[in-house]
C-alpha cells in the first residue's frame, strides 16, 4: 500500500538457483497504472489480474492484462460500486446459466459484497450488490467449488459485537439476487481475516486462533464443522490483531503455508 509502488513483477524461478543467501533481487519489471493497492488479485484463466484498493478507479478495480507477465498492460477498470478491500474472479460455471462463461468479480466492499460482470474490461457491469446484518467490515470471501455458495468473513465483527469467530455463508444460486444461508460460529472469539476453499475444506486464517480447517462438505445442509487446526499464536485467542493473517493451501503436495504476525513464515500438513 506504499505511496507511487505500483506492480513488481518477479520470476520466482530465480529463487531455485540461489546458492548463497541472503541475495537481493530487483523486480523484473514494474506497472505504474497505479501508485498504491490493497492486493492483487489474479485470474490465471484469462490471465488478468485485479488491483484492488488503488489510487484509481474510486478504489475499485484497476484492471491489468498480464498474459505477457513481463509486459503488463492496462486494460480497464470499475470504481462505481466504490472501495474495494479484496476480491475473488472466476471463469463463472455455476448454477447460474445466465453468466456461464462471464468472468466474474466478487468484491469485499467494507460494507457490502459485489458482484461484477468484468467480461468487458472496458464496460464491467454490476450484477448485483448484498449486505447482512451486523455489518462491520466486509472484509474477504471465497466461493465453494461448484460456485454456489460464498462464504465470506467480517474483520471487526468480532470486536464490535462480541461474537465468535464469524464466518457468513450466501447462496448465489441467481448472481442477481444472492441471499443469505446460513452462518457458522467458531470456538473463540478471534477475528477472522482471509478464508480459502480447496475441495470440502475452508481455511481459515483465524489471527489469534491460528489456521482452522473447516469441513464444508455439508454446506447444503448448514452443517459446517471444524476438522482441525494449527496454533501458531498459543498465548491466547482474543479478539486482537495478532497471530495468522493469511494461509495458502493450494500446493499439489498438500503442504499448507501460512504467515503470522507475530512468529513469521510456516509451512505446514496435515497430520494423520
Not at 60 to 73: A, R, S, Y
Not at 243 to 254: A, E, L
Amino acid at each position: 500500500e506504499a505511496g507511487g509502488h505500483g506492480m513488481q513483477v518477479f520470476d520466482l524461478k530465480k529463487l531455485l538457483s540461489v546458492s548463497n543467501p541472503p541475495v537481493t533481487f530487483s523486480a523484473d519489471t514494474r506497472y505504474t497504472g497505479f501508485g498504491n493497492s490493497h492486493n492483487i488479485v489474479i485470474n490465471e484463466a484469462t490471465g488478468f489480474a485485479y488491483a484492488v484498493g488503488t489510487d484509481t478507479y474510486s478504489g475499485g478495480t484497476h484492471i491489468i492484462d498480464i498474459q505477457n507477465p513481463f509486459d503488463p498492460v492496462a486494460a480497464g477498470g470499475y470504481g462505481d460500486s466504490g472501495y474495494t478491500h479484496d476480491a475473488q474472479v472466476v471463469l463463472y460455471n455455476g448454477p447460474d446459466a445466465d453468466y456461464t462463461g462471464r468472468e466474474i468479480f466478487i468484491g469485499a466492499n467494507e460494507d457490502r459484497v459485489v458482484v461484477i460482470d468484468v467480461s468487458d474490461k472496458n464496460n464491467p457491469i454490476e450484477i448485483s450488490s448484498f449486505q447482512y446484518s451486523n455489518v462491520w467490515y466486509t472484509h474477504q470471501g471465497w466461493f465453494t467449488e461448484d460456485q454456489k455458495y460464498f462464504i465470506l468473513g467480517d474483520e471487526l465483527d468480532e470486536i464490535r459485537a462480541g461474537f465468535n469467530s464469524r464466518t457468513l455463508v450466501f447462496d448465489l444460486s441467481d448472481l442477481d439476487a444472492p441471499v443469505i444461508h446460513t452462518t457458522y460460529l467458531g470456538t473463540t472469539m478471534a477475528i477472522d481475516h482471509n478464508g480459502y476453499v480447496k475441495g470440502n475444506d475452508y481455511f481459515l486464517a483465524n489471527y489469534t486462533a491460528g489456521l482452522r480447517v473447516i469441513d464444508i462438505s455439508g454446506i447444503e445442509n448448514s452443517t459446517i464443522v471444524e476438522k482441525g487446526f494449527f496454533d501458531s499464536y498459543p498465548s491466547g485467542n482474543s479478539a486482537s490483531f495478532d497471530g495468522v493473517w493469511s494461509v495458502y493451501p493450494y500446493f499439489d503436495s498438500g503442504k499448507i503455508i501460512l504467515n503470522d504476525i507475530n512468529s513469521g513464515f510456516f509451512v505446514i500438513e496435515a497430520s494423520n
